[in-house]
Each structure stands twice: as C-alpha cells, then as structure tokens.
C-alpha cells in the first residue's frame, strides 16, 4: 500500500497542453488507494473533457463556482474544499495560474480553493522555455515556495513550441512519486527501524495437534501498519494469523513456536530502534514431540511441559539503545502484576490489556489499554479501534524515545 492510500486528493488542472496528462496522473492516484477530486480551470476544458477526469476519478468535476447549466446550481463551496482536501496538486501549472496564485488574483474556482486550502500544496509548472526562465516566473515560483507550496521541477526536453529545454511537466508517474517521498521524509518515525511481534505461537503435541491460544494478531498488525504509515521502517515477526499488512515497506517474518519467534527477534533486535512485543508467546511446550500421531487409548493422558523462553526478559538483558516494549495481558491484580512485568524484565514501556474489559481481548476489533512507564506514570485509554490504540502507543513513544 502507498503512503497515498486513504488520502484525500485536490487536483487542480490549468489550460495547458500538458493537460491531457493529467488524466494519467487521476489514474494513478486512484490505483494508490487516494480519493481524488478534480478542479478545472475554465480554459482547461479546451484541452482535456472533464467526462475523462470524471469518469477516471469517480467523482464530479467541477470548474466554475455554480453549474451554470443547471437554474438550481448549488454553490460549489471553495472552503469546503480547500479543508476537505489532505493534498492540493496542480499540474498543469502554467505561468497563468501560477501568477494568480501568488497574487491571490481569485478570479476562478481553482485558485480560489487553493486560497483556502489548509494542507501542503504541490505545483508541477507547465510551460513554454522562455517563459519557464522568464524573471517574472521565477520570482512567482520564489513567492510560492515562501508561502510552503512544494514545486515539481519542469523536466528537460522537446516543448509545444518546438523549442528544446526545461519546461515540460514532470511525467504523472514522477509527480506522484515526488509526492510519495516528500510526505516520506517527513513523517515522524522516518529513518527509525521497528521490530513488532504479534500473534500466537504453536507449540507441537504430535505432527497433528498442537498447544496455542486465541490471539488473533489483530493488535500487533494493527501497530506494524500504523508504524509504517508513520514512516517507520517495519520488521514484523508474526505466528499463525490471518491478518494483513497494508504497507509494501513492512518485512513480514512468518513463524510458528516460541523458538522461532526467539530466533527471529534475536537477528532482528541488534538493529532495531524501537521493539514492541505484542505477540502472545506460549510459556509452555510439550517437553516431548510424538514422531506419530497421539492414539486416544486411556481415560486419561499426562502431559510433561516445560517453559519455553522468555523472550522479552533476554531482550530486557541485552538491550542498549533500544526503546523496549511489552504487552501484559492480565485478569487480576492487573497494575501491580503489569508494573512488576515492567521492572523485572527492564521494559522503558508495558501496555497493559485486561480481559475485563467489555468489547476487548482476543479477535476484538477494539481494544483498551493503560500503558506503564517506569517513573510509575500510568497513562490510562479508553476502548478504541484497534489502530487507533496503535497509534496512542507509538505517539507515546515518541514522545519519550529521547527523553
């Protein structure tokens, strides 16, 4: 999934040849999971139908404050759609437009909205060379990027007028790129490496049956896919689950038992800055594994456990610059039980999870947790999407990483 999925999309097309691009440039936005709204100059009609970009964008494309065809036009309320939007794009940007939008000259529906618009704003210049190097439109560009609008640089080569030079657009497979990277190095957990684990483990009976628990994963992808919406550089070691991760950038490490995970999290924790532990390890495995399958011939049938490795408490052993978290699953004396989890095992963070709790536990979409930190803050939640827990722990964390 791109960092683009779920966003809400201005795209603002001026009365430039380099409009019918832009139908392109829809299309890609759509296929990364963004929700686009197109806005067209009067002129740029002339270039590109509107039917193409309504049709690519599945929405209405508007380009006029009213549909003047209609003697019951609504106001297409600028305001609205400056704050509706995550991103502004123009491109085609041409010298025209650019000017107006620097001059806050408001004489169409575009820059209007662009007038109220609260979120980044990207523009892709679209233009002839001589008028790409002009002083005007390189002092328009200058006042532009003083306000924080971002520029995608014109390309080099063969332009409208036969002319050879910068002036082009950026191709829409470039310009949605340039976006991808830019809201990249910016997002909060940019350049930190994460490790997350999640979901059960299986610990073998016999090559038939086994040992687990009712953890869904849920949490723990829920945390590996915020984290890398976040920009965070993802490892996620995961047992048996039927979850999903949304992200390209997330490293999925599928295991099974409580040794597999242990050995995964070991080659991976060395180079982590931030481990959190949400998986639900087994604490016990049969001391020994029938070769064949078990035979039902007594009433009754012993079974000799021994405890698996605990493998937060070897990462609380080893830990130097990390930033280690675990997860208390508790059902009583939950405070007492998660603080002592917290200091035995040298944790900077647990999050505790109680099963008394309505709507929460294993499967549950939700979840309500109270994270512990060991200057005995107690920082209580209430139940929340499962994702949005995810993302109150990694804020915390963030806002204590370098505390």
Known sequence: MSILSGKKILLGVTAGIAAYKSAILVRLLVKKGAEVKVIMTPSAKEFVTPLTLSTLSKNEVLSSFTDEENENAQWNNHVELGLWADLFI????TANTLSKMATGNSD????????????????????????????????????????????????????????????RMAEPEDIVSFIENDIVKNLPLRGKKVMITAGPTYEALDPVRFIGNHSSGKMGYALANIAASMGAEVTLISGPSHQTVRYETIS?????????????????????????????????????????????????????????EDILASLGRIKKHQFLVGFALE?????????????????????????????????????????????????????????????????????????
Do not use: W
């Open 331 to 403: 059902t009583e004396n939950e405070l007492d039980n998660a603080k002592t989890k917290l200091q035995k095992k040298n944790l900077d963070l647990i999050v505790l999870n109680s099963l008394n709790d309505k709507g929460v536990g294993f499967g549950a979409d939700t979840n309500k947790v109270t994270l512990l930190a060991p200057n005995n803050k107690v920082t209580p939640f209430s139940v929340k999407e499962k994702e949005e827990v995810a993302r109150d722990i990694l804020q915390y964390i963030l806002d204590n990483i370098d505390a």
């Open 108 to 167: 169409n529906l575009l820059v209007t909205t662009y007038l109220s618009a609260k979120c980044p704003v990207y523009f892709a210049p679209a233009m002839d060379l001589d008028m790409y190097q002009h002083p005007s439109t390189e002092k328009t560009f200058d006042k532009l990027k003083s306000f924080g609008n971002i520029i995608i640089p014109a390309t080099h080569g063969e332009l409208a007028s036969g002319l050879i030079g910068q002036g």
């Open 252 to 308: 999925l490490v599928k295991v099974t038992s409580a040794k597999e995970m242990y050995d995964a999290v070991h080659k991976t924790f060395p180079n982590a800055d931030i481990a959190i532990l949400s998986a639900a390890v087994a604490d016990y495995r049969p001391k020994t594994v029938a070769k064949q399958k078990i035979k039902k011939k007594e009433d009754a049938f012993n079974l000799h456990l021994e405890k698996t």
């Open 90 to 93: 123009i491109a085609p940007a």
